[in-house]
């Protein structure tokens, strides 16, 4: 079956270094085959036999404290998961110099309808919707500046999930598909 990692916090701000001929050879070591990853923000795509996405999950963890002494976090999805969320997006959403959105995926314990009420969303600048898995956040590029989505860093909330532009998004569901 085909899975998707998404591993939080890699080579964000000069922390967590991995690079991805490494972390692909973690994955490989684990039994993952067909080994991919996509820019430089953890986000790896390959085949497992016989793991639940949960248990995948812990596996990729494991391995990645094993052979970088990191304890990173990561949410592993089956690609038709991922290829879902992608296509709920809505096709006139982007990521350029009009507008920025950003999915925001979420782990087990925060996945909910009401996650959105526990978002800092700004009415009139922030359009956020929620979907099974992801909160789809969309903001003008000329509001970036009023919107609430920078005072999730730090939160509690903030530790339960992971972030990735729209077009990584779309690229990593190509890749998968």
Do not use: C
Request: charged share 25%; hydrophobic share 40%.
């Amino acid at each position: 079956m085909r899975y998707v990692a998404l591993l939080r916090g890699i080579n964000v701000g000069g922390n967590n270094k991995v690079a991805m001929a490494d972390l692909r050879e973690t994955v490989a070591r684990i039994g993952g085959e067909d080994v991919r990853t996509h820019i430089n923000s953890g986000n790896v795509v390959f085949d497992h036999r016989g793991r639940s996405p949960s248990g995948l999950a812990k596996k990729v963890e494991q391995a990645i404290a094993d052979d970088f002494g990191l304890q990173i976090r990561v949410l592993v999805l089956k690609a038709s998961e991922l290829a879902r969320i992608a296509g709920e997006i809505p096709g006139s959403w982007s990521n350029d110099q009009t507008m920025r959105t950003d999915v925001i995926f979420l782990w087990d314990d925060v996945d909910a309808p009401d996650v959105i009420g526990d978002l800092p969303v700004r009415d009139g600048v922030d359009e956020v919707s929620y979907v099974s898995g992801a909160v789809l956040w969309r903001i003008d590029t000329a509001d970036r500046n009023k919107s609430g989505k920078g005072k999730l860093v730090g939160t509690p909330l903030y530790r339960s999930m992971t972030i990735r532009n729209v077009n990584t998004v779309r690229k990593l569901a190509e890749l998968a598909g």
